[in-house]
């Protein structure tokens, strides 16, 4: 998913939202909430892009609506104000959570998916590691580096059950140290990511939406090797216990 040009300088923290527009937050889930954003803060939106730049707290807010054919995409991000290359990273996460807290609680609940990307700046790839660990405060589910970024992924991946919502957290460090092409390296990242969750959301609805005929199919099989277990027990029997109906009986199953 290409967002083109970086929309405001590389953020400190992106928060991509994936809707199905069969559920219960509709179609116009990503109209509505830039309508609400507008309102609250006294804000535009800028055509084609279906987006709204604002202050929210000491951030630099961007909050972009793409729709595609039967799921609606938001891109919510931050850039920390107040923030310096001398602020731990885990302050700058508190702030931004804090300062982006009223944006989300305009959102609807039970996404299909959401996508948590933290950006750490780090001056080497060993930092960056430490950084993304400490964060976690235990030991990464995975790293790796994609597109000039060490993305790791924190270990609280998982989908939430009690509202079939796919989750993902990570820890992005671009490797660049120049803003410009660290914050083209975030976008685009975040770009693919937002593909990513898409395509995620809409897995995570079909299997939430056919989760009792999985049921019902995980039963069936477990009774019906069961069954097969049994007839295995009575074939396994001495040939003197074994009678011509019996056979017949299993045979005919």
Excluded at 56 to 62: H, I, L
Excluded at 169 to 185: C, K, Q
Excluded at 189 to 212: I, N
Excluded at 232 to 253: F, G, S, T
């Amino acid at each position: 998913m290409n967002l083109g040009k970086p929309p405001i300088g590389a953020p400190n923290l992106v928060h991509i939202m994936t809707y199905q527009a069969t559920g219960e937050a509709g179609s116009a889930v990503g109209s509505r909430i830039l309508q609400e954003i507008e309102c609250r803060y006294g804000v535009r939106r800028s055509e084609p892009d279906d987006a709204v730049k604002f202050t929210s707290g000491s951030c630099e807010a961007y909050v972009r609506s793409i729709q595609e054919d039967d799921s609606t995409v938001l891109i919510i991000s931050a850039l920390s104000g107040s923030a310096d290359r001398a602020t731990p990273f885990a302050q700058v996460q508190a702030d931004c959570d804090a300062d982006m807290n009223p944006v989300l609680q305009l959102l609807p609940e039970r996404p299909s998916s959401t996508f948590v990307i933290r950006i750490a700046e780090a001056k080497s790839l060993k930092e960056a590691s430490n950084m993304a660990e400490t964060y976690a405060a235990r030991r990464l589910s995975s790293a790796g580096i994609v597109d000039g970024c060490l993305v790791s992924t924190m270990p609280s991946l998982a989908c939430d059950q009690a509202f079939t919502t796919l989750r993902w957290e990570l820890v992005v460090s671009p490797l660049s140290h120049h803003l410009e092409e660290a914050s083209s390296s975030v976008w685009r990242l975040a770009g693919e990511l937002a593909s990513l969750a898409s395509y995620a959301g809409r897995l995570s609805h079909l299997r939430s939406g056919r989760e009792l005929m999985l049921k019902q199919v995980d039963a069936s099989e477990e009774s019906t090797q069961l069954r097969i277990d049994e007839i295995l027990m009575e074939l396994r029997k001495p040939a003197e216990q074994l009678k011509p109906e019996d056979l017949e009986e299993v045979l005919r199953e």
